[in-house]
């Protein structure tokens, strides 16, 4: 079954005539061109693509489950309104995510109903297809950083091994990152998602090194806390708290489980190792194309995890004044154990310095 049939399922779900959709993760889900001036329109009689004139050549090069309607540039939702009228279409669901003026403009000409999380959900159980593209981005991800660490030195900034990563991604091959990368050194690792800056890399420092790669579409997602040089008393007593807790929390990502109970299992672990107030966001996120992975393991999520589902395992500690460490891995969920999918040692990884 190809992954528009699925969404075309939501259409008898919900009782409408016509769903539409413009953002890009579903966009890649179903095979449309990824473009802001693209939308999409599945119908119980077709399904059609309706963009601008900038997107036309790659639409009739790649697209093969979409009748394709090209129109000026500003002119894509007047377009749609007018197919929509057209067609006598009396009901649409949209996403959630559609900024209100152009919800306004839909349902002044037929009733909207909202998609809520349907999409995310039913994206969140990957064919084998998509866990092989998960399992190559994490391969690449653990092939950057493993070089990442010969270029890193004392004297470099935080933004300058953003720099290196980039670099990196795109040299071993990858198509892009998954997100910004989360860097910092010393006392700004306390910060969960602190970006990185002009401070300078000293002898002795933590750097939290978070980054992901894509590759045909699919993402991988991967956090190290490192040591530069010798690892001080404190980084070592933080690490060797949070390394085992991370590595047992990985083992609950178990069909059945709802992302809650994963997240308090990782939560009462590192309270009682006497840090549960410097564990301050939920343990993990969806992996896949992104924008909005499901299932979320957060302590307020009821998601219930599925064989073929990928989740990142991510717990920290961050002391603020001091540093932060945190270790990610992106778990496959089975019918039997979970799967790791990242490769690269959960040891403590002290970088040589020349001091």
């Given at each position: 079954?190809?992954?528009?049939?699925?969404?075309?399922?939501?259409?008898?779900?919900?009782?409408?005539?016509?769903?539409?959709?413009?953002?890009?993760?579903?966009?890649?889900?179903?095979?449309?061109?990824?473009?802001?001036?693209?939308?999409?329109?599945?119908?119980?009689?077709?399904?059609?693509?309706?963009?601008?004139?900038?997107?036309?050549?790659?639409?009739?090069?790649?697209?093969?489950?979409?009748k394709?309607?090209?129109?000026?540039?500003?002119?894509?939702?007047?377009?749609?309104?007018?197919?929509?009228?057209?067609?006598?279409?009396?009901?649409?669901?949209?996403?959630?995510?559609?900024?209100?003026?152009?919800?306004?403009?839909?349902?002044?000409?037929?009733?909207?109903?909202s998609?809520?999380?349907?999409?995310?959900?039913?994206?969140?159980?990957?064919?084998?297809?998509?866990?092989?593209k998960?399992?190559?981005?994490?391969?690449?991800?653990?092939?950057?950083?493993?070089?990442?660490?010969?270029?890193?030195?004392?004297?470099?900034?935080?933004?300058?091994?953003?720099?290196?990563?980039?670099?990196?991604?795109?040299?071993?091959?990858?198509?892009?990152?998954?997100?910004?990368?989360?860097?910092?050194?010393?006392?700004?690792?306390?910060?969960?998602?602190?970006?990185?800056?002009?401070?300078?890399?000293?002898?002795?420092?933590?750097?939290?090194?978070?980054?992901?790669?894509?590759?045909?579409?699919?993402?991988?997602?991967?956090?190290?806390t490192?040591?530069?040089?010798?690892?001080?008393?404190?980084?070592?007593?933080?690490?060797?708290?949070?390394?085992?807790?991370?590595?047992?929390?990985?083992?609950?990502?178990?069909?059945?489980?709802?992302g809650?109970?994963?997240?308090?299992?990782?939560?009462?672990?590192?309270?009682?190792?006497?840090?549960?107030?410097?564990?301050?966001?939920?343990?993990?996120?969806?992996?896949?194309?992104?924008?909005?992975?499901?299932?979320?393991?957060?302590?307020?999520?009821?998601?219930?995890?599925?064989a073929?589902?990928?989740?990142?395992?991510?717990?920290?500690i961050?002391?603020?004044?001091?540093?932060?460490?945190?270790?990610?891995?992106?778990?496959?969920?089975?019918?039997?154990?979970?799967?790791?999918?990242?490769?690269?040692?959960?040891?403590?990884?002290?970088?040589?310095?020349?001091?």
């Open positions: 079954m190809k992954n528009i049939n699925k969404i075309e399922f939501l259409l008898d779900e919900l009782a409408v005539d016509a769903i539409v959709i413009n953002q890009k993760a579903t966009k890649v889900y179903v095979d449309g061109l990824t473009g802001s001036g693209v939308w999409l329109i599945i119908s119980r009689k077709e399904n059609y693509q309706i963009m601008d004139g900038r997107y036309q050549t790659a639409a009739e090069e790649s697209t093969t489950v979409f394709n309607i090209v129109t000026k540039q500003g002119n894509v939702l007047s377009t749609i309104l007018k197919w929509l009228a057209k067609e006598n279409i009396n009901k649409i669901a949209a996403e959630e995510e559609l900024p209100y003026a152009q919800f306004k403009a839909l349902s002044e000409v037929c009733k909207v109903k998609l809520g999380d349907r999409i995310p959900k039913i994206r969140s159980i990957k064919t084998q297809a998509e866990i092989e998960i399992k190559v981005a994490c391969a690449l991800g653990d092939e950057v950083f493993k070089q990442l660490l010969t270029t890193i030195h004392v004297g470099m900034t935080e933004k300058e091994v953003v720099g290196e990563i980039y670099r990196l991604i795109y040299q071993l091959g990858a198509d892009g990152v998954s997100f910004d990368p989360v860097i910092s050194s010393g006392p700004r690792t306390a910060m969960p998602h602190g970006r990185a800056s002009d401070r300078i890399l000293c002898t002795g420092d933590f750097l939290l090194l978070d980054f992901g790669v894509v590759k045909d579409g699919y993402q991988s997602d991967m956090t190290r490192i040591s530069v040089g010798k690892a001080t008393d404190q980084f070592r007593k933080m690490y060797e708290i949070l390394r085992p807790i991370q590595n047992e929390t990985a083992q609950q990502f178990i069909a059945g489980k709802l809650k109970e994963i997240h308090n299992f990782a939560a009462h672990k590192i309270e009682v190792a006497g840090y549960g107030d410097y564990f301050t966001h939920g343990l993990g996120h969806g992996l896949g194309i992104g924008g909005g992975e499901r299932p979320l393991m957060n302590a307020s999520s009821n998601d219930i995890l599925t073929g589902m990928v989740g990142t395992c991510e717990p920290g961050y002391i603020p004044g001091l540093g932060g460490i945190r270790i990610e891995d992106d778990i496959l969920v089975t019918n039997s154990a979970p799967q790791i999918l990242t490769k690269t040692t959960r040891e403590i990884i002290e970088l040589e310095t020349n001091d």
